[in-house]
C-alpha cells in the first residue's frame, strides 16, 4: 500500500520558519522524484519545491531562495525548509511523487498558516 504522510505544519508568524516532512511507503523512494505543492480554496495545487533520485532542486520564483527540499533515502522522508515565510506562503502542502510517470501519489497535506 503506497501511502505518503505529512507532517510538521503549522501556525508561523510572518518572518519565520517551519520544516515539514513526509514519509513514503509502498514505492521505491530512493528512485521517486518528489514534490511539494500547495493549495488555497478555490485554487489549483501549485509546485513549490521538486527534488531529483540524485538531489537535484528546482522551485519557482515565488519561494526561491527562501525554501529548500531536501531527501533523506535512508528514511524514506522528504523534507521542505521554510524560511522567511509571507502571508502568501498560506496554504495546504501536499507531498507528491509521479509513479512510472504515469500515476500522481499525494499525501493528506498538512496546514501551514503564516500571520502577518
Known amino acids: 500500500q503506497v501511502q505518503l504522510v505529512e507532517s510538521g505544519g503549522g501556525l508561523v508568524q510572518a518572518g519565520g520558519s517551519l520544516r515539514i516532512s513526509c514519509v513514503v511507503s509502498?514505492?521505491?523512494?530512493?528512485?521517486?522524484?518528489m514534490d511539494w505543492y500547495r493549495q488555497t480554496p478555490g485554487k489549483q495545487r501549485d509546485m513549490v519545491a521538486r527534488?531529483?533520485?540524485?538531489?537535484?532542486?528546482n522551485y519557482p520564483d515565488s519561494v526561491k531562495g527562501r525554501f529548500t527540499i531536501s531527501r533523506d533515502n535512508a528514511k524514506s522522508t522528504v523534507y521542505l525548509q521554510m524560511n522567511s515565510l509571507k502571508a502568501e506562503d498560506t496554504a495546504v502542502y501536499y507531498c507528491?511523487?509521479?509513479?512510472?510517470?504515469?500515476?500522481?501519489?499525494w499525501g493528506q497535506g498538512t496546514q501551514v498558516t503564516v500571520s502577518s
Open positions: 509502498g514505492i521505491s523512494f530512493s528512485g521517486a522524484t
Open positions: 507528491h511523487s509521479l509513479r512510472w510517470g504515469v500515476t500522481h501519489l
Open positions: 527534488i531529483t533520485p540524485g538531489g537535484i532542486a
